[in-house]
Every structure is written in structure tokens, then in C-alpha cells.
């Protein structure tokens, strides 16, 4: 985990210098704690992003899905759909995380959503 402590200590001096506030930047760091498996950063990181754009929400829904956690993925996509509309990659992360839950009822409300906006 020296990859998560390399992040941490990253994620301090870009803090105390303002970085947040720049939503590619956040969008950044979502991805790394992903990748370094910490959705806890993660998300910590993206409650925190003001203005969060499609790849913020894409970025932690898909954490989410390949944690195995596709109910906080879906709760998160509902979420982002009062204010954005998700595009093909999030849906594509969505299907994805449908294919290996024990039931389709998740499944079956992406494809309607697909199917109904197209």
C-alpha cells in the first residue's frame, strides 16, 4: 500500500495549495484513489468537488461498479441524474456491473433508461 500513502501525501500539499478547487484536478485524484483501491478517498474527494462535471460522477459511479458495489453505483447514478444526464461510458460501467449481480432488475433499468433517452 506504499502506492496509498505516496497518494495521501500527495493529496495534503495539493489541498493546502488549492488544487480542489480545480475540477480536473479532482477528477484526477478520483481516479487514482480508484485505481488505488481507497473509494473512501474517493468519495471523501468527490463530496468535496463543487462543481462536479460527467467524468466526477462517471469516475466514481465506475469505482463503485468494479468494487462489486453496484447498488452505491446505482444510488450514485440517480443521484447524478438530477442535475446531469450520463452518457454512454456510464451507462457501458453500469450494464457492466449488471452482468455479474444476482438480479436483473438493475439490468432491466438501464436498458429502459437506455432505451427511453436513446
Known amino acids: 500500500m506504499r502506492e496509498l500513502g505516496i497518494c495521501r501525501n500527495g493529496s495534503f ?25 481507497n473509494l473512501s478517498y474517493a468519495r471523501k474527494l468527490f463530496d468535496e468537488i463543487l462543481n462536479r462535471d460527467l467524468v466526477s460522477w462517471a469516475s466514481m459511479i465506475s469505482g463503485y461498479v468494479y468494487e462489486g458495489n453496484v447498488t452505491s453505483g446505482f444510488c450514485l447514478l440517480n443521484e447524478m441524474r438530477m442535475g446531469l444526464d450520463p452518457n454512454s461510458v456510464t451507462m457501458l460501467v453500469m450494464l457492466q456491473g449488471c452482468c455479474g449481480f444476482e438480479t436483473s432488475i438493475y439490468g432491466r433499468q438501464v436498458d429502459g433508461y437506455v432505451i427511453k433517452n436513446g
Open 13 to 37: 500539499y495539493c489541498n493546502s495549495n488549492g488544487f480542489w478547487t480545480d475540477v480536473y484536478f479532482g477528477n484526477t485524484m478520483i481516479e487514482v484513489y480508484v485505481k488505488c483501491g
